[in-house]
């Protein structure tokens, strides 16, 4: 899958979690807060160093993601 531009993967950073490029947020926190019922303006107060074309990249990502073909278990 080809990352959105605004994403980055660095074994580096948060042990290689995808994270909002220049950032240590990673894509999954910040899917967990909106799926929590955070809206994008508690995110961008919460994150001041997001911008709303970073949120629109978190989006992107999770619809990639999602369609690809990766079989989840239960546990």
Known sequence: MRLPERIAVDPEIMMGKPC???T???VYVLLQKMAAGESEAELLQAYP???K???IAVWDYAARA???EVVLMES
């Open 53 to 55: 074309a970073d949120l």
């Open 66 to 68: 999602a369609t690809e």
């Open 49 to 51: 160093q997001l911008s």
């Open 24 to 26: 240590r947020i990673p």
């Open 20 to 22: 909002v490029k220049g």
